[in-house]
């Protein structure tokens, strides 16, 4: 199993942020798999963002669950993360993650104006 993120390297304050998550060689929709995003701010340890099960239900961390969608496209084998209102503090390298052990490269994504 595969997992490349994609998305922009810099997002301004208060705007949008949009994260793809291609999965190769496993179909997200198919039982039993949880796929996730997580991000490692600068300095910091990871913190889990969300996680969409096979089942297409979803589950927030309740610290940005105000903010924060994730979703999938099963045609597309794909996983989305949009965060909005972003922050400074939203810098960090963003992951996703299939359960229990993989992960993609990461992606580096800077709140700044």
């Known amino acids: 199993v595969q997992l490349q993120e994609s998305g922009p390297g810099l997002v301004k304050p208060s705007q949008t942020l949009s994260l793809t998550c291609t999965v190769s060689?496993?179909?997200?929709?198919?039982?039993?798999?949880?796929w996730s995003w997580i991000r490692q701010p600068p300095g910091k340890g990871l913190e889990w963002i969300g996680t969409?099960?096979?089942?297409?239900?979803?589950y927030y961390n309740q610290a940005l669950k105000s903010r924060t969608s994730v979703s999938r496209d099963n045609a597309k084998n794909t996983m989305y993360l949009q965060m909005n209102s972003l922050k400074p503090e939203d810098t960090a390298v963003y992951y996703c993650?299939?359960?229990?052990?993989?992960w993609g490269q990461g992606t580096q994504v800077t709140v700044s104006s």
């Open positions: 060689g496993a179909s997200i929709g198919t039982k039993p798999y949880y």
């Open positions: 993650y299939k359960y229990p052990n993989t």
């Open positions: 969409i099960a096979y089942s297409g239900a979803p």
